[in-house]
């Protein structure tokens, strides 16, 4: 598992702060302060050898005079000063420390180098370490308030079951005043610094294990141990604690862009997002809406369906919410025929298909609103409803209403989520919070939170279909059956695999792959490829178009020039040997015109494949995160349309058709316009073989990219034409 246990950490019986102060202007004042001041109920012991006691507690002149358990111990000091105390901690048997102190990475490899020794140093004596350079952390629940944070001077927040974590300590205070603001209560709030032992992924673990978390909150600006940060959002969906990220950052992709398309297109950004989708966590875009969700989750829970009902007293707003809802894929289906003819015995004029506008006539009769309220929860059984009211609802009348309908709907649907709009003040949104519902100014924001409340309903969904069993389980069974480096002969889904597990890894060799080269490989490996003859002259390739039969295609043969058309090195649909031997001439000069110092190994020569849906399937190995597997539509149009999809390997069958259904032109695979519907499954087949090819080769791979692969007329299998392999030591 991804801890041991955070709990004497995070939960810690006693606390040292090194450095403590009696001088409040000082950084090692401020945890004592708080800690007194918000009633800690565990040991303090402020380190200062100058002073009796600092707010009212005795001080001691070093660790080792506590002669007591230190839990925890908060360097509040210089980064000159962390090594003795360190020696002072290991000495006096301190489980845990959080580093305030800067000075390290963060200031280039000097600092990188003091960092990882203090680091080597405490794991060799079994202390984990938050920081160095963090804010420290806060168990609001259990008021541990291990930060020296100006914010929560200014106010501190309420116990409640939202727990943060940010690996930026200006982000962290801002989220944590936000969060005060809102009056959304939290569990527990961590910064994470420069995480040389503790990071994001760690808190994220603990918080799926901690009882008073109920949501997470997590802000990203990298990763450097994917494996440990899957693992952990397996562990929170397995918990059934709704994670919801910001993730900051684009990454320039550098050389590889001009490589491949995989590389260019299963960018940084690209594989966090595929991240966060498989291992069903939500990624927000703003600041805003990653509290709307996350306040939403608090306040309300998740709602039963993805079903949504739009009441509205405004058509002109109704058909906005419409819109917002159809661009975020929500569910907002038309009401039942009994229901719309309840509404429309109270409203004639009213339109009851979904938006639901009551009209004016509310205004004259309020009760309308909770009427069709009903109807709509009820005999349509949506499972949220967003309430417009104009600014009729800011007015006393309809404020008091509110508040009472937020009641009553929650006590009698209390799993459904009910949110209203209109212009409310903060009392009446914490009016309306306490009552179970949400209040926004603006529909389209609640509009994002009941698509977050989708993606969350839909990957439970899928997780329970797929696996009936709990998110780290199915990681570590996919992850053995991935280990079956040399499976690829099996079918894809064969119960051979599985007894293949222990098959050591598919180095790659050190030096460049040829378009030959790797199509004989991953042919080798169970990738269905072209036949092809390697021609090492003009004789050669005539010997092999004659061998292979007419039409062919010819293709220079170079590990050095990947996109070879790009230089004249293709010639397609050569029909008879007097265009072969023509063709060969003409790729042998264009080659040496455009591209001088290349090795040529001469010309692959591959029978010309008609018809069939052209694909793009790739791989690339991510430095934290692992191998990113794509799919995509093909040929050379690949980067212009953009229409692919990505998930972190290891992909399983049902993966595998996941991606397929997630293309835009997948229905060009099933039979768009009267054609004949394409082999799905074996494309299906070849993205599972790919997966574990990627995975076998380990760190030795860069990137492999088969493009254009074509999928033939169901039952005709399908093929790759072309083939790239990028070795990570070429």
């Not at 930060?147 to 982000?171: C, D, E, K, L, R």
Request: proline share 5%; hydrophobic share 50%.
């Amino acid at each position: 598992m991804t801890l041991p246990d955070l709990d004497s950490f995070l939960s810690p019986r006693s606390i040292a702060i090194v450095g403590a102060s009696s001088n409040r202007s000082k950084i090692g004042a401020v945890p004592v302060r708080y800690l007194v001041e918000y009633g800690y109920e565990g040991h303090i012991y402020p380190i200062n050898a100058r002073a009796d006691e600092i707010e009212g507690r005795r001080a001691y002149a070093s660790l080792g005079a506590v002669q007591a358990p230190i839990d925890l111990a908060i360097f509040a000091i210089p980064a000159s000063s962390v090594s003795a105390a360190l020696d002072e901690a290991i000495a006096a048997g301190v489980k845990n420390i959080v580093m305030f102190s800067a000075g390290f990475a963060e200031m280039g490899k000097q600092g990188e180098q003091a960092q990882a020794e203090f680091a080597a140093r405490a794991n060799a004596a079994g202390i984990r370490v938050l920081g160095p350079n963090c804010l420290g952390f806060m168990n609001v629940a259990r008021a541990v308030y291990a930060t020296f944070s100006p914010v929560v001077g200014t106010g501190s927040n309420t116990p409640g079951h939202v727990g943060i974590v940010s690996q930026s300590g200006a982000f962290g205070a801002y989220a944590y005043a936000m969060a005060r603001e809102r009056g959304l209560g939290l569990s527990a709030w961590v910064t994470t610094g420069n995480e040389s032992d503790i990071g994001v992924a760690d808190c994220i673990a603990w918080m799926a294990r901690d009882p008073a978390t109920r949501v997470i909150m997590a802000y990203l600006e990298g990763c450097r141990d994917g494996r440990k940060l899957r693992e952990a959002l397996d562990l929170a969906r397995a918990a059934g604690k709704p994670v919801v990220v910001v993730k900051v950052g684009r990454t320039a992709l550098g050389a590889l862009t001009a490589a491949s398309h995989t590389a260019a297109l299963a960018g940084d950004d690209a594989v966090f997002d595929v991240l966060f989708r498989q291992h069903g966590a939500y990624r927000a875009r703003t600041i805003e809406e990653f509290f709307d969700v996350a306040h939403g989750l608090a306040v309300a829970g998740l709602p039963p369906n993805t079903q949504v009902g739009l009441l509205t007293v405004s058509g002109g707003v109704g058909v906005m919410m419409a819109d917002e809802a159809a661009d975020a894929g929500l569910d907002v289906r038309e009401l039942p025929a009994a229901a719309q003819a309840m509404i429309r015995a109270r409203v004639p004029l009213a339109a009851t298909h979904n938006p639901v506008d009551i009209t004016g006539q509310v205004t004259a009769e309020p009760d309308l609103l909770e009427a069709t309220a009903r109807a709509m929860l009820g005999e349509a059984g949506h499972g949220s409803l967003l309430i417009f009211l104009a600014a009729f609802g800011a007015t006393p009348a309809m404020r008091a209403l509110q508040q009472q309908l937020a009641r009553d709907l929650r006590r009698d649907f209390p799993d459904r989520l009910v949110a209203f709009s209109t212009l409310a003040d903060a009392a009446q949104q914490r009016a309306l919070e306490e009552a179970g519902c949400l209040s926004f100014t603006d529909p389209a924001r609640a509009i994002r939170v009941m698509a977050a409340m989708r993606f969350f309903l839909r990957d439970r969904e899928t997780a329970v279909i797929r696996a009936g069993a709990p998110g780290a389980a199915m990681a570590a069974a996919r992850d053995a059956q991935a280990a079956a480096a040399d499976a690829m002969a099996q079918p894809a889904d064969s119960p051979a695999i599985a007894a293949q597990a222990d098959a050591p890894p598919a180095a790659l060799r050190p030096t460049p792959y040829s378009e030959a080269d790797a199509l004989e490989l991953l042919t080798a490996r169970g990738l269905p490829a072209v036949p092809f003859h390697r021609a090492h002259s003009r004789e050669d390739a005539i010997a092999g178009a004659n061998a292979l039969g007419y039409p062919v295609v010819m293709k220079v043969l170079s590990a050095d020039i990947t996109h070879k058309s790009d230089i004249g090195g293709v010639v397609l649909n050569i029909r008879q040997e007097k265009e072969a031997g023509a063709a060969y001439d003409r790729i042998m000069a264009a080659t040496r015109a455009a591209a001088p110092n290349a090795r040529v190994d001469g010309v692959l020569v591959a029978p010309m494949v008609r018809g069939g849906v052209e694909c793009i399937l790739g791989a690339r190995r991510d430095p934290a995160l692992g191998v990113v597997v794509m799919l995509g539509s093909g040929g050379v149009n690949v980067e212009l349309l953009g229409d692919v999809t990505f998930r972190l390997a290891p992909v399983d069958l049902e993966e595998a058709r996941d991606m397929i259904d997630e293309l835009k032109t997948a229905r060009l695979l099933r039979g768009f316009r009267g054609a004949p519907h394409a082999d799905v499954e074996a494309l299906a087949q070849a993205i599972v073989r790919l997966s574990r090819f990627a995975l076998a080769a380990g760190d030795t791979l860069e990137s492999v990219e088969l493009n254009p692969f074509v999928v033939l007329p169901q039952g005709q299998g399908a093929l790759a034409l072309d083939a790239v392999l990028i070795s990570t030591q070429a």
